[in-house]
């Protein structure tokens, strides 16, 4: 069975970091192109950042750029998202997704999802 498990989520407080990781069961991720996405209570759910299969290309939303960082271990099946100067409005349930593909986009036509990791930034 093919999954993609989210795992790293929690409460932080604003200016603190979190690493959000994506685990593939049952498949190798290895030629998959993954991206995170983000949901916000009453909000459209948009794209954070994508990495294509090879590592070689990422691409961030405007409003995580020079915070966030994605990476991927093929080694370990995963991808990371680390998220450094998490502000309130950071505040999402976070998911990850990925397609058999080359190039990653912000865009939400992936086949596999996960099922989603709350990121709460509060004081």
């Known amino acids: 069975q093919l999954q993609l498990v989210e795992s790293g989520g929690g409460l932080v407080q604003p200016g603190g970091s979190l690493r959000l990781s994506c685990a593939a069961s049952?498949?190798?991720?290895?030629?998959?192109?993954v991206a995170w996405f983000r949901q916000a209570p009453g909000k459209e759910r948009e794209g954070v950042s994508c990495?294509?299969?090879?590592?070689?290309?990422?691409e961030y939303a405007d409003s995580v750029k020079g915070r966030f960082t994605i990476s991927r271990d093929n080694a370990k099946n995963t991808v990371y998202l680390q998220m450094n100067s998490l502000k309130p409005e950071d505040t999402a349930v976070y998911y990850c997704?990925?397609?058999?593909?080359?190039?990653?986009?912000?865009?939400?036509?992936?086949?596999?999802w996960g099922q989603g990791t709350q990121v709460t930034v509060s004081s």
């Open positions: 049952g498949f190798s991720l290895d030629y998959y192109a």
């Open positions: 990495i294509n299969n090879f590592g070689s290309s990422t």
């Open positions: 997704a990925a397609s058999e593909r080359f190039l990653c986009t912000l865009i939400q036509n992936y086949n596999y």
